[in-house]
């Protein structure tokens, strides 16, 4: 089993839509989660961190659930520029390493 | 200010043949790491260093891989004997790691593009 499984999709959704993408993670000693975007044939860059009470960064909600090791993403009024892959990262410390682990990510396309 | 930097930005070689990968961290930071992305695929973490300390090599998927931080700053990502199945984007990225249970982006370079034929 994979350590941060993802959905692959694609996510077709129409202009406006709201989308919510989740992740699971298998290590229960994960210490912080992420949620990174990368854009087709581009490097990825950090879109928002997730807290456990749940954040919100404009249209973007991130949810974790600590008891279910559930990690949720939510977009609502899409637009075509959301259109990327949607990675959910997981840091962990595993024999005094850091280390971010990448789930394989969740692909939208938002279209007119 | 200058983010992370790589090169080449795309590499072709033949199969048997060595490659040298350049990643240039951020000016400062103190961890840097390499991944794999093949195509349509997630990051496969590869290497870690971080500081003076001993790296954390338990991605490397074989012995032909090998990677040096030289100074604390610039690193090279060896790959030797390529293969086919080693075509993939190699990412390296920077963050500032100020100790356990601190939060810190990672920022990443560009990628190299390696074509194994």
């Known amino acids: 089993r994979k350590e941060v499984e993802q959905d692959p999709g694609p996510f077709n959704v129409p202009e406006g839509a709201t989308v919510a993408f989740n992740c699971t993670y298998s290590n229960s000693a994960s210490q912080s989660f992420f949620w990174y975007r990368q854009d087709c044939r581009k490097e990825p860059k950090l879109l928002m961190s997730?807290?456990?009470s749940g954040n919100e960064d404009g249209r973007f909600t991130a949810q974790l659930n600590r008891a279910s090791q559930y990690i949720s993403l939510l977009i609502r009024d899409s637009k075509l520029s959301d259109s990327a892959t949607y990675l959910c990262v997981v840091r962990s410390i595993s024999g005094g390493y850091n280390k971010l682990i990448f789930g394989a990510g969740t692909r939208l396309a938002v279209h007119p | 200010g200058a983010g992370v930097s790589q090169s080449p930005s795309n590499k072709v070689t033949e199969k048997g043949k060595d490659v040298e990968l350049r990643c240039d961290p951020i000016s400062g930071h103190t961890a840097l790491y390499w991944y794999r992305q093949s195509l349509g695929q997630g990051l496969e973490f590869l290497i870690y260093f971080q500081g003076n300390s001993a790296p954390d090599k338990s991605g490397l998927p074989s012995d032909r891989f090998s990677a040096e931080r030289t100074g604390g700053s610039v690193s090279t990502l060896t790959i030797q004997r390529t293969q086919q199945e080693d075509s993939a984007v190699y990412l390296c990225?920077?963050?500032?790691?100020?100790?356990?249970?601190?939060?810190?982006?990672?920022?990443f370079g560009p990628g190299t593009r390696l074509t194994v034929l």
């Open positions: 997730v807290y456990s």
């Open positions: 990225a920077s963050s500032l790691e100020a100790g356990k249970g601190t939060v810190n982006e990672q920022f």
